[in-house]
């Protein structure tokens, strides 16, 4: 493999872990609170969750770079007073991936959560424990597998994100060409061989970080 | 909350005035719970058939489920009152709850679980407490496993030493025994008894199974659809039902429509199928003409045998014979139809099989039955619904 390749493999790992991370700290919340609790609101909000499994990701990436890129207040405000750019950056492109993955994990963990018996999240608040401490040490816990499952499902689609990240970040080699866009360009040069060494990364990629995570939440959720 | 203290004894932990004052009001699609009761230093048990709303009450008392409205007062403490804007939240209600699965935390060892409410403890203490909870439930050994690998009886130990570890106020308790088969309730009986007996702690048990509630009611609550029909003593509920529907709920058997023709102080005199009988004790606030219904459990007729002579005191007697039988493992239950009546069966009486048999019985035998006028009970009956 050549050392473009190896940019390549760090890029989309970042893009990808940045992604993932969006994702659990929006995702998880979001994800509990649906599972738990009724409101007004609640279908409009589980709708949102859903729709960006449903639009193209290059449209999801078009209004992203419109959004954060300089024609934009919110993106003049993060350029110009948090000094942060994030078009044409992996930052950028992990955001794009984020959308895109979230409502996997959104729905998986909210599976998850709704397997875990409300009775003992009642008999854990009577014996004292605040509602967070109660997610903390018993609905995540045996919740875990399903979680780790939603973890890995949205690291994974984040790696093999295409059409949002390359709105957005575009195509620069060494700074925001992940896998995807990689293949995409041997394809385009004509360079078969290539294309099909980056597939085979990306695919493993994507095998490794499902089996990696549902063997580590195997061995944390064994009852 | 009382800080535990591993040299304090349980009994010191209780103190006086387990005041018991409950008002719960939820209105639910299809359903309407509005539950008055109070208790004293007694053990509670909230009795009915499912789907009466006891589970709702006691999950309200446990802060655990949303009221409309009402007032919840726990040994003179106040943790609801919806006028005064009061709601303890259920981390600080210091209740021990426990559902009728359990809810067992299964990520968690029997140690884990019993020590999940010491949380605020150090370290030693907590471990103290833990193994004093152990020894009291008798789960030693155990400490190390996952609750999934318990019998159904070890697992109910772990939930109450769980709910019993940080000392709470009150034990509430949903349906201890459904889970559990016939000769383990009794003997788990017996230990919550024992327990009781030990640490003083107060407890409110719901239960819709007769025995348990008998066995296990100083105060008994019925509750029917949302509503306290009556609440009392084993002795009242039991064998003096306010009405009908009590009677039904309680497992008396015979009850049947007569009419009041004579009330003489404490007795009120019946005619029933052209049979006179006398009720002794229950007699307040009847008017002669009133329709009234007329209870006996099938245990308390008894049969007299042709060669029994005089009666010693006063006895309701009366004719019939036996239309039907059915044989359950000790007890014979036999349908009888009493001389005159158009019914096919009008009483049952449950008798020993060896009575069955010593006073040579059989179907179709004629026979001569015998009520004592103080457990005859009389309640007025309930003017026709519009």
């Given amino acids: 493999m050549t050392s473009i390749e190896l940019a390549d493999v760090r890029i989309t790992l970042q893009v990808a872990g940045l992604a993932t991370l969006f994702c659990i700290l929006v995702g998880i919340p979001l994800a509990w609170t649906l599972a738990r609790y009724r409101f007004r609101g609640r279908g409009l909000l589980e709708a949102l969750v859903t729709l960006p499994l449903v639009l193209p990701p290059t449209v999801v990436g078009y209004y992203l770079l419109r959004g954060l890129g300089r024609s934009s207040p919110v993106g003049r405000f993060l350029e110009d007073d948090v000094g942060a750019r994030l078009v044409f950056t992996w930052e950028g492109a992990a955001i794009g991936a984020a959308v895109l993955s979230a409502p996997l994990l959104i729905r998986t963990a909210q599976a998850a959560f709704e397997q875990v018996d409300p009775e003992v999240e009642r008999v854990a608040a009577t014996l004292g424990h605040s509602r967070l401490g109660i997610f903390f040490t018993v609905t995540l816990p045996l919740a875990i597998r399903g979680v780790g499952a939603a973890i890995a499902l949205a690291f994974a689609r984040a790696a093999g994100e295409f059409g949002a990240t390359i709105m957005v970040a575009g195509n620069i080699p060494g700074k925001t060409r992940t896998l995807s866009v990689a293949v995409y360009d041997a394809v385009q040069a004509g360079d078969l061989q290539r294309a099909n060494a980056t597939a085979l990364v990306l695919i493993a990629i994507s095998l490794l970080s499902l089996l990696a995570f549902s063997q580590a939440t195997g061995l944390l959720g064994r009852r | ?386």
């Fill in chain 2, 1 to 386: 909350m009382i800080p535990v203290r591993a040299n304090m004894t349980d009994r010191q932990l209780y103190g006086e005035g387990s005041g018991l004052a409950i008002h719960v009001r939820r209105r639910l699609p299809g359903f309407s719970l509005d539950v008055a009761f109070m208790a004293n230093r007694q053990r509670v048990v909230l009795f009915g058939p499912s789907g009466a709303g006891k589970s709702l009450t006691l999950q309200a008392v446990a802060g655990i489920a949303r009221l409309d409205g009402g007032r919840i007062v726990v040994a003179g403490e106040t943790l609801y009152d919806s006028e005064g804007g009061i709601n303890v939240p259920p981390q600080a209600r210091r209740v021990g709850y426990v559902p009728q699965r359990y809810a067992l935390f299964s990520h968690l060892t029997v140690e884990q679980n019993i020590g999940y409410g010491l949380h605020r403890l150090q370290a030693t203490e907590r471990q103290a407490r833990v193994r004093e909870m152990v020894s009291l439930m008798g789960l030693g050994g155990l400490e190390r496993r996952r609750t999934s690998e318990l019998s159904g009886g070890q697992q109910q130990r772990v939930a109450l030493a769980r709910a019993l570890a940080f000392s709470p106020r009150i034990l509430l308790l949903d349906e201890p025994f459904s889970a559990l088969d016939v000769p383990l309730r009794g003997e788990l009986r017996n230990e919550l008894l024992n327990l009781e007996e030990k640490t003083g702690i107060a407890m409110m048990i719901v239960t819709h199974d007769l025995a348990d509630a008998f066995l296990l009611g100083q105060r008994i609550v019925v509750i029917d659809n949302g509503r306290v029909l009556q609440e009392g003593s084993q002795e009242e509920v039991f064998y003096r039902p306010a009405t009908r529907k009590v009677a039904e709920l309680v497992g008396i058997r015979n009850i049947f429509p007569a009419t009041v023709i004579a009330v003489e102080g404490e007795s009120a005199y019946l005619e029933w199928n052209q049979v006179r009988l006398e009720a002794k004790n229950s007699s307040q606030g009847l008017q002669v003409g009133q329709r009234v219904d007329v209870c006996i459990r099938p245990t308390q007729i008894m049969i007299r045998r042709p060669e029994d002579a005089a009666f010693r005191g006063r006895m309701n007697v009366l004719d019939g014979a036996i239309v039907d039988e059915v044989i359950n493992a000790e007890t014979y239950r036999l349908f009888v139809r009493v001389t005159h009546s158009t019914n096919r069966s009008d009483l049952e009486i449950e008798l020993p099989g060896n009575t069955y048999f010593r006073l040579g019985l059989d179907r179709n035998k004629a026979i001569e039955m015998s009520i004592r006028p103080d457990l005859l009970h009389v309640i007025p009956a309930a003017a026709p619904s519009p």
